[in-house]
Every structure is written in C-alpha cells, then in structure tokens.
C-alpha cells in the first residue's frame, strides 16, 4: 500500500541538504557498517555501483575511494540539493556520476548494476516490492544488493508520546524486518541475510529532538499528513508525556535500523505476485516449431 507522498519527502530532504552532515551522526554510523558487507564480494570488483538515496554523496565517494578507475559510481537521490553536495564530492580523477529519479521508477537500463548500495533511503519509498523489483531489473545476475532501513520501532517514544496526548503522531510508518524479507524473496533475490540493531540515542529535551529530524529531513511524508500548523499547544502535550521517560538528565530515543544483503537473480527468475509465481524471458528464446 503507498502511504508516502514523494513531493513532501523530495522537498524535505532538499530543504535538509545543507544540514544532514553535520546533523546525522547515526546516519553515519549506519552508512559505515553498510560499507563493511562489501566484504562479501571478496576480490570481485563491481564495473558499474549504484548508490541508491545518495544523500550528499559520502558513501558514494567511499565506493569511488575503494575502486577508483576500476568502476563506475553513480549517485543517485530523489532531492537535486542532495546531489548538488555529492558533486562536490566528486573529482576529475574520480569522478561520480549524479542522477536525479524516483526509486520507484529507476532511469536505467536493465542489467546495468553489480552493486546496488543504498543506506537509510528505502523506507521512504512509497512501495518497497515495487522498489525492489526495479533494483532487480537494474542488476546484473549476481550482482549485489545491501542496503539498510528504518524499522517500526523507531522513533517508539515519541509516537506514543504523541498518542498518550491524544494527538496522532505526525510520523511516518516504516517496514518490518519480515516486511523486507519478504519483499526480496517475492522479487527473487537469492540468499537474503537480513539483521537488525537497535540503537539509542539522547536528547536535552524534545525541541533538540524535532531540531535534528527536520535537520536530516526525517519529517512527516503520510500521504493523509495534516496540512496544517502544529502548534505549540501539541508540542507542550506531546512533550509532557515524554518527559516521563528522563534519564540520567536526558531523554531517549531509540532507532530501529534492518541491514539486508542479498543477490541479484538470473534474467527471468521466478517472483511472487498475487500469490503466483511469474517467470519472464526474451521472447527471441521462444522456440517455434514448423510442421
């Protein structure tokens, strides 16, 4: 079921370009344990790497710093000011392609990927199947998926804060891990590994809270999102419940992350889709029979 609106999370994530960095210490941190399942390509090198939800182009430039002239790395993220920050990022001698486009609907040629890279980017998609099965056109058999998302229990606090003030959380809904189990083996992909953390952060009060998830663009993107102001009023209720939860002159916050690899299937494989099995293939393999 689509539930995000993908204008409201391009704008958020435009708006929030020239302060993510800074602001996305867990981000960060998400990004570089993605980095370490490379690993599993052992001495393979991938001629052409796609990161998917770029943002402003770290890891991109890490994938570009760990092959150089060997592959082609292109950055791609739904905000143009994102890619505007990976350019930067880019130099003559290793230089990153940038490209604007919708996970959903991806600007490339099937086949063309041995490594598809994507941190933190796939619960913003309006339909992750649908995202993961135009990630599976754009590989290569064998190629390489990893990538990490959000998980529902994110942000747990401050949703039921919101709710213990009879206010519904201005937060969007993410997958569950078997949500994105899922989804791969209904797209085909071969030996999925999925694994979850769970991590804590801290906060002074609520306002430093709200203050960082506008700064790395983590805002409401429900399609049904009210359109209105909140208010103050909402915010003093919603940060009176929370306080409850203080500690140690600090308020917690926990985020859920789900990290998942797996491997592209070969051109024609079998996925799941209303409950059949639906194989495609080149009609050129038709074989006809002359009497």
């Not at 506008?214 to 009210?226: E, F, H, L, S």
């Not at 909402?234 to 998942?260: C, F, I, K, N, Q």
Request: proline residues 7%; charged residues 25%; hydrophobic residues 45%.
């Amino acid at each position: 079921m689509s539930v995000f609106d993908p204008r409201a999370v391009r704008r958020a994530f435009g708006r929030a370009a020239s302060t993510y960095t800074q602001a996305a210490a867990l981000q960060r941190e998400v990004e570089s344990r993605l980095l370490e399942q490379l690993g599993y390509l052992d001495d393979r090198v991938p001629a052409r790497v796609l990161d998917l939800g770029s943002g402003p182009g770290s890891a991109a430039a890490a994938l570009k710093a760990k092959w150089g002239r060997k592959s082609d790395v292109v950055a791609m993220d739904l905000a143009l000011p994102m890619l505007r920050e990976a350019r930067a990022k880019s130099r003559f001698w290793r230089p990153i392609h940038a490209v604007q486009g919708d996970a959903q609907v991806l600007p490339f040629a099937d086949g063309a990927f041995d490594l598809v890279f994507s941190s933190l980017c796939l619960q913003w998609v309006a339909d992750l199947p649908k995202a993961l099965g135009e990630l599976r056109r754009v590989m290569r058999e064998g190629g390489l998926l990893v990538f990490s998302t959000f998980g529902p229990d994110t942000l747990v606090e401050l949703r039921e804060a919101y709710a213990q003030a009879g206010i519904e959380p201005p937060l969007s809904p993410f997958a569950a891990i078997q949500q994105v189990g899922d989804a791969l083996v209904a797209q085909g992909f071969k030996n999925p590994v999925i694994e979850r953390d769970v991590y804590t952060l801290t906060y002074a009060d609520t306002t430093a809270l709200m203050r960082e998830l506008k700064a790395i663009g983590a805002t409401d993107a429900r399609d049904d999102r009210p359109r209105g102001l909140s208010g103050r009023g909402r915010h003093r209720a919603m940060a009176a419940a929370y306080e409850p939860l203080r500690r140690d002159g600090v308020l917690p916050s926990t985020w859920e992350v789900v990290t998942a690899m797996a491997w592209a299937p070969p051109p024609g494989a079998a996925r799941r889709e209303g409950g059949a099995d639906i194989a495609t293939f080149p009609v050129e393999k038709l074989r006809i029979r002359k009497r």
